[in-house]
């Protein structure tokens, strides 16, 4: 599976932005997709995620209200809308895939360890 992700760049504290991550190899239906982020020297946390349906999102509690997870599964292709940006959400953020069809409970979701394929990251820098 081939993930890539795009739309990083520098923004402005408050301002918006849209990542976005094309996805081949596997087909799209059949895949959850989760954004994940990134700063030097920390463990990669998860951000969001959406089912393979788009039916089920589930967001860490520090993006809550301000991103919105969404698919376009004729597109093949995952989007993270970020509003009211901050700049503790500066990160290299990385969209990830796991096969739906290995059912887990919701909250292993926030595990990278349950996605087996990653895109190559995309830089967020929120200016204050």
């Known amino acids: 599976v081939q993930l890539q992700a795009s739309g990083g760049g520098l923004v402005q504290a408050g301002e918006s932005l849209r990542l976005s991550c094309a996805v081949s190899?596997?087909?799209?239906?059949?895949?959850?997709m989760g954004w994940f982020r990134q700063t030097p020297g920390k463990e990669r946390e998860f951000v969001a995620r959406?089912?393979?349906?788009?039916?089920?999102?589930d967001y860490a509690d520090s993006v809550k209200g301000r991103f919105t997870i969404s698919r376009d599964n004729a597109k093949n292709t995952v989007h993270l809308q970020m509003n009211s940006l901050k700049p503790e959400d500066t990160a290299v953020y990385y969209c990830a895939a796991r096969p739906s069809a290995l059912s887990r409970p919701s909250a292993f979701l926030r595990s990278r360890d349950q996605y087996d394929s990653w895109g190559q990251g995309t830089q967020l820098t929120v200016s204050s």
């Open positions: 959406i089912r393979w349906s788009g039916g089920s999102t």
């Open positions: 190899g596997r087909p799209f239906g059949n895949s959850d």
